[in-house]
């Protein structure tokens, strides 16, 4: 079992920019990968961001190429997104999903709001 915790959501402003943080524990290991998604009022839940726990093969969403950066931080055991120039097509319920390479994501957080005010 995975434990997922997100934090580091809020209000801000266009322009603007926020750290969420996603806090594993439990059965993780170099052969699971994490990842970041996202899900608007009335859409569907998309993907951000994805890194291995390692910290290797990130990949990105076209939408955020640029100006949002996924990265692992070993000492905390968090996989943080660092989202700059946050625009109000941002705004979203913002997920934190783990899971074995391969086999899709099948842990997920509770998410954390992000709001982009113009």
């Known amino acids: 079992q995975v434990q997922l915790v997100e934090s580091g959501g809020g209000l801000v402003q266009a322009g603007d920019s926020l750290r969420l943080s996603c806090a594993a524990s439990?059965?993780?290991?170099?052969?699971?990968?994490v990842a970041w998604f996202r899900q608007a009022p009335g859409k569907e839940r998309e993907f951000v961001a994805s890194?291995?726990?390692?910290?290797?093969?990130?990949s990105y969403a076209d939408s955020v190429k640029g100006r949002f950066t996924i990265s692992r931080d070993n000492a905390k055991a968090t996989v943080d997104l660092q989202m700059n120039s946050l625009q109000p097509e941002d705004t979203a319920v913002y997920y934190c999903?783990?899971?074995?390479?391969?086999?899709?994501?099948?842990?997920w957080g509770q998410g954390t709001q992000v709001t982009v005010s113009s």
């Open positions: 999903a783990a899971g074995a390479i391969g086999f899709g994501y099948n842990y």
């Open positions: 439990g059965r993780t290991t170099s052969r699971y990968r």
């Open positions: 890194i291995r726990w390692s910290g290797g093969a990130i």
